[in-house]
Nanobody
Framework: QVQLVESGGGLVQAGGSLRLSCAPS????????MGWFRQVPGKEREFVASISWNGGSTYYADSVKGRFTISRDNAKNTVYLQMSSLKPEDTAVYYC???????????????????WGQGTQVTVSS
C-alpha cells in the first residue's frame, strides 16, 4: 500500500522556521509532481506549494510566496517544504500529496493529486 509520510511539524514562535519532509513508502514518486496543502479545522484545504516531477517548476500560494520554498531530492525520494518567517496564520495541518499524472509540472488543485499523507501539525505562536 502506498503511503506518504510527513514529518517536521511542531510548535514554533512567529518569525521562526520549520522544514517539513515527505517521504513515500511502497513506491517511488520521482516521476510525479508533488504538492503541499494545509487545512485549518472548519475551513477547506488550501494549496500551499507544488513542484514538478524534475524540480524545474514550482508554484506557490500568494500567502506563502517569498517565505516558503518547496524542493525535492529524487535520489532520496523526498520532498521538502522549508518554511521561514512563519506567522500565526500559517498554523494548520500540512499535507503532502503526489500527483496523478507522470511528468507533470504541478497543480494548485487537490483533484490533480492521487496520494495523500496523514498530515503534520504546524503551530505558530504569536
Amino acid at each position: 500500500q502506498v503511503q506518504l509520510v510527513e514529518s517536521g511539524g511542531g510548535l514554533v514562535q512567529a518569525g521562526g522556521s520549520l522544514r517539513l519532509s515527505c517521504a513515500p513508502s511502497g513506491r517511488s514518486f520521482s516521476s510525479k509532481a508533488m504538492g503541499w496543502f494545509r487545512q485549518v479545522p472548519g475551513k477547506e484545504r488550501e494549496f500551499v506549494a507544488s513542484i514538478s516531477w524534475n524540480g524545474g517548476s514550482t508554484y506557490y500560494a500568494d500567502s506563502v510566496k517569498g517565505r516558503f520554498t518547496i524542493s525535492r531530492d529524487n535520489a532520496k525520494n523526498t520532498v521538502y517544504l522549508q518554511m521561514s518567517s512563519l506567522k500565526p496564520e500559517d498554523t494548520a495541518v500540512y499535507y503532502c500529496a503526489a500527483g496523478r499524472t507522470p511528468y507533470y509540472s504541478g497543480s494548485y488543485y487537490d483533484r490533480d493529486y492521487a496520494y495523500w499523507g496523514q498530515g503534520t501539525q504546524v503551530t505558530v505562536s504569536s
